[in-house]
């Protein structure tokens, strides 16, 4: 799909904030939230057309939060690794079927409510290769199909993936 110039240079000044803020740790955070692998070497989670929009905290259910984004698509477009590392699979009741995706620097990335896994577990994967397909299990059956996407960075709490999702889409839309 051809992109024009001003939709390339919009997109690269997103990529080019959620970069800075993200290794500067934000304002106030003293840490950075963005996992230690290059900019460069991330992928969008999903392939081909999608949407998300940002709904890290809100609330989500009784006593609880949403801890990631949910990626709009239709059923069956294949999920990938947004980068290189080991993946685990498991099948829980609100997740369904799961990949947790495990970077080197303790950096974590989940997935949830996939149609059907690609990988099998302790796989070792590239950044790119498809993990699973967008589905519909666990508790996403009424609000249809769509990959919950979280990120765990450097082995702690969840951080708000969408400056990261942001930055990735346009990484892909410039390339």
């Given at each position: ?53 940002s709904t890290f905290g809100l609330p989500w259910g009784p006593g609880r ?73 666990g508790n996403a059956v009424k609000a249809g199909p769509h990959l919950h ?27």
């Amino acid at each position: 799909m051809k992109r024009s110039d001003d939709e390339l240079v919009f997109w690269g000044l997103v990529a080019f904030v959620a970069y800075k803020v993200f290794t500067s740790g934000g304002p106030g955070q003293g840490v950075s939230i963005w996992p230690t692998v290059p900019l460069e070497r991330f992928r969008f989670p999903v392939e081909g057309k999608a949407s998300f929009k940002s709904t890290f905290g809100l609330p989500w259910g009784p006593g609880r939060t949403h801890q990631g984004i949910d990626i709009f698509a239709p059923q069956g477009t294949p999920v990938r690794a947004v980068a290189s590392g080991v993946a685990r699979t498991a099948v829980r009741p609100l997740g369904g079927n799961m990949v947790f995706l495990n970077l080197p620097d303790r950096t974590s990335f989940y997935y949830s409510h996939l149609d059907r896994f690609a990988v099998s577990d302790g796989a070792k994967v590239k950044a790119g290769d498809v993990l699973g397909y967008v589905g519909t299990t666990g508790n996403a059956v009424k609000a249809g199909p769509h990959l919950h996407f979280e990120m765990h960075p450097q082995g702690g709490a969840a951080a708000d993936p969408f400056p990261f999702l942001s930055a990735a889409a346009a990484a892909e839309l410039a390339s």
